[in-house]
């Protein structure tokens, strides 16, 4: 460290850069929605021959740990140097100096972990969200003034230098920040505070906190899903509970109608309060009970009994019986619905979703958009989401994410029969 004002913010931008730089051979998806729940950070990362983690740092707070998929690591801490086969675990206590490397000729694959993640994910998406939008010069490093600021900001987060005390580099990030911000640096660069805070307090109408340890999404380039869809077939969330038996496709009849019987098993619920703004619903319930709550006004719906939902109306349903309800669905037009559906579904049965049969946040960001024509959930508010999902949706398809996947998409991607029924 030479001089003051110029060593510390190379160093903060050569950690930064190592978390996201092409250069440096690394790939990191970064499983965000830990942050909410403050436990623990988790990355699957890809590492290209000859990339790492750049220059020896050190989390304050954090322990870290590398589990090898596929590849070797050389694992460094302090003075020492440990070769981390596939199967095996690399593990740096809290305030460690470390760093590791790919030394091998293969790339290394690894599932990262931070406990606690604190605000870890926060930070990183900072850090993508400016290399997403050009804050970045050609080696890919954010500006000093910039990295003050998050250094400020995250001061339990961020990566120190192991040679020189934390507080001291804290304390020479203080006045650039300083500057930093008369210059108009911002701390949340990329707007996610707002969001994620709303998120944290109200939840997203339907997700609790703490069940969000899901990662990453569908492959995208997957193959496609061409299997037509038949009457008769079974889809099945096997987390919200909800069985549905195809009985009609939209293409099969000029209304474009969707019509299924609809098993929900006791506790059995949809995803939360929601509206269809082009499209009617109707429940016709054939066994059981549904206690459905149409424009904030509740009932129970017995054998016998059926609602129909108009465009554009608040409303949420569950099974609160101790019996399976029984219930045909018909959505008119329905095709766009359906393909949301066995998305969700898909979704959940891959175990991309949380408890409560909701996407992550990032997936969300894209889904929810690309299917407003068909469904908008009234939490949380209107703005917020598109605040949030604005936010968030560039950040989601960078890392890999899409609104819908071939592999869960029949409803596009497969041929449709039209003989299967009439009208
Ligand atoms: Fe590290
Ligand atoms: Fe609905």
New binding site residues.
């Given amino acids: 460290m030479t001089t003051s004002t110029g060593s510390t913010p190379k160093f903060m931008l050569e950690e930064l850069n190592a978390l996201s730089a092409e250069g440096l051979g690394i790939h990191s998806v970064v499983d965000i929605e830990a942050s909410a729940s403050g436990e623990i950070l988790r990355a699957e990362t890809v590492v290209q021959p000859g990339g790492g983690?750049g220059p020896l740092?050190r989390?304050r707070f954090q322990e870290?740990r590398f589990a090898i998929l596929e590849g070797e690591i050389i694992g460094r801490i302090g003075g020492s140097r440990l070769r981390v086969r596939a199967g095996e675990t690399f593990v740096?206590p809290p305030d460690a100096p470390?760093?590791f490397s790919v030394e091998a000729d293969q790339p290394a694959r690894f599932i990262t972990e931070f406990r606690p993640g604190l605000r870890l994910a926060e930070f990183f998406a900072q850090l993508f969200w400016l290399a997403d939008h050009g804050h970045v010069d050609a080696k890919g490093r954010i500006h000093p003034l910039q990295a003050a600021v998050l250094a400020r900001a995250f001061p339990r987060e961020f990566?120190y230098l192991p040679t020189i005390p934390a507080a001291l580099q804290q304390a020479i990030a203080r006045p650039l920040a300083a500057l930093a911000r008369r210059r108009g640096y911002t701390a949340d660069p990329a707007g996610l505070a707002g969001p994620a805070a709303s998120v944290a307090a109200q939840g997203n109408g339907n997700a609790a906190r703490g069940d969000d340890r899901r990662v990453s999404h569908p492959d995208p380039s997957a193959p496609a899903d061409r299997r037509a869809i038949e009457p008769g077939e079974l889809w099945e969330n096997p987390v919200t509970r909800e069985r549905a038996v195809i009985v009609e496709l939209p293409w099969q009849n000029s209304e474009g109608r969707a019509v299924a019987e609809l098993t929900a098993l006791p506790g059995a619920r949809v995803m939360g309060e929601h509206l269809h703004a082009g499209l009617h619903e109707r429940f016709s319930v054939l066994d059981g009970e549904l206690t459905m709550v149409r424009d904030g006004r509740r009932s129970v719906l017995r054998a016998g009994d059926s609602a129909h939902i108009e465009p554009g109306v608040w409303h949420d349903w569950w099974n609160e019986a101790e019996a399976d309800a029984v219930v045909r669905v018909e959505i008119a037009p329905g095709e766009r619905f359906v393909h949301m559906i066995e998305t969700l579904f898909g979704l959940a049965r891959e175990g991309h979703v949380n408890s409560k049969g909701m996407p992550s946040p990032l997936q969300l960001a894209l889904t929810a958009q690309e299917f407003s024509d068909v469904i908008v959930f009234r939490k949380p508010s209107r703005w917020v989401q598109r605040i949030m999902f604005g936010a968030l949706a560039p950040i989601a398809t960078r890392r890999g994410y899409r609104a819908t996947y071939p592999s869960l998409s029949r409803t596009t991607m497969a041929p449709r029969p039209t003989h299967a029924a009439s009208g």
């Fill in positions: 983690g740092h989390h870290e740096v470390h760093t990566f």
